[in-house]
């Protein structure tokens, strides 16, 4: 991971530019062939070649782009068509809150119990770290599940509700979809994070600080988490995928208002267009402003 962010901090800023314009390019490119692939795929099961199709496929999707205000979605729970803007973003906002409450939650719960670990012997940190390989490979339908039995088993006993474990027409609910979303990611996170600081304690620096007399508590808040924190951002990149692929889950398990309920309706290449984009603008402008950030500051550090 040092050895990528030290290959970016050497590309001049005119480089940087071209290669952010083109790694987009290429992104939006990927989306919008992926979005016909199922029309190839059919083919091939069937033992077809039906590349005029895909091709027709991709330019129907294009040309369905425009004009913008006259495209049409099937809105599921009204069991009817509506104008995609503004409506969309109602779907798309919703799953853009759930999925970046659930990853701020990860992150700052992963790193927590990464300080906390980091100041234990090292036969604990080995052990909690055994647990953590076991608890990765726990399904999210099971997490799910468990969140919401549990849910019914407290308002049996005590007669309070404190959620929904679904939602009805366009309620939100938010503090237990985030938290089903969140607990894989932070054990997810929380492995690696360990790896990271474990990493960092073998640095001469570090060495150096001990024999200054530092505290270890010192060491691991001050120094070892502003190095560490660069390689947590870019393993969240991996994380940040792997809750994608269980939002679809949640949304359905839950019955969220999101935009993954809404590709399940409207699952058709241009559907698939919007819901995808509607996920990879932002994250792409996340991610691409969080290298800036710590590959700036890293120069700067090193310039002085």
């Given at each position: 991971m040092d050895d990528k962010i030290k290959k970016r901090e050497n590309f001049p800023k005119g480089v940087k530019g071209l290669k952010f314009l083109t790694n987009f390019c290429i992104a939006i490119t990927g989306i919008i062939l992926a979005g016909s692939l199922p029309i190839l795929i059919r083919g091939w099961v069937e033992g077809e070649?039906?590349?005029?199709?895909?091709?027709?496929?991709?330019?129907?999707?294009l040309e369905g782009l425009w004009p913008i205000g006259e495209i049409a979605f099937l809105n599921y729970?009204?069991?009817?068509?509506?104008?995609?803007?503004?409506?969309?973003?109602?779907?798309i906002v919703y799953s853009l809150e759930i999925l970046f409450l659930a990853l701020l939650v990860a992150i700052i719960t992963s790193l927590t119990f990464t300080i906390v670990t980091m100041l234990l012997s090292d036969n604990i940190r080995e052990r909690v770290k055994m647990r953590l390989y076991f608890l990765?490979?726990?399904?999210?339908?099971?997490?799910?599940?468990?969140?919401?039995?549990?849910?019914?088993?407290?308002?049996?006993?005590?007669?309070?509700?404190?959620?929904?474990?679904a939602v009805a027409g366009d309620d939100r609910i938010y503090w237990l979809p985030?938290?089903?979303?969140?607990?894989?990611?932070?054990?997810?996170?929380?492995?690696?994070s360990m790896l990271t600081f474990q990493e960092e304690e073998r640095q001469m620096y570090v060495e150096l600080a001990h024999a200054l007399g530092f505290s270890k508590v010192y060491i691991v808040l001050i120094h070892m988490f502003r190095n560490a924190i660069i390689s947590v951002f870019f393993q969240s990149k991996r994380t940040m995928w792997f809750m994608l692929s269980n939002l679809f889950v949640l949304e359905l398990m839950f019955n969220l208002p999101g935009i993954m309920l809404f590709l399940r309706g409207n699952?058709?290449?241009?559907?698939?267009?919007?819901?995808?984009?509607?996920?990879?603008?932002?994250m792409f402008i996340l991610y691409s402003f969080g290298e800036w950030f710590f590959v700036s500051r890293r120069q700067n550090k090193a310039v002085a």
């Open positions: 070649w039906r590349w005029r199709l895909y091709v027709e496929s991709i330019r129907e999707t729970r009204a069991g009817q068509e509506m104008p995609l803007f503004p409506n969309i973003f109602a779907y990765e490979s726990v399904p999210d339908l099971l997490i799910i599940m468990l969140a919401q039995l549990s849910v019914i088993f407290f308002f049996k006993e005590t007669g309070v509700l404190i959620s929904k474990i985030v938290l089903c979303l969140a607990v894989l990611p932070t054990i997810q996170l929380y492995r690696l699952m058709h290449p241009l559907g698939f267009l919007v819901t995808i984009f509607s996920f990879f603008l932002p």
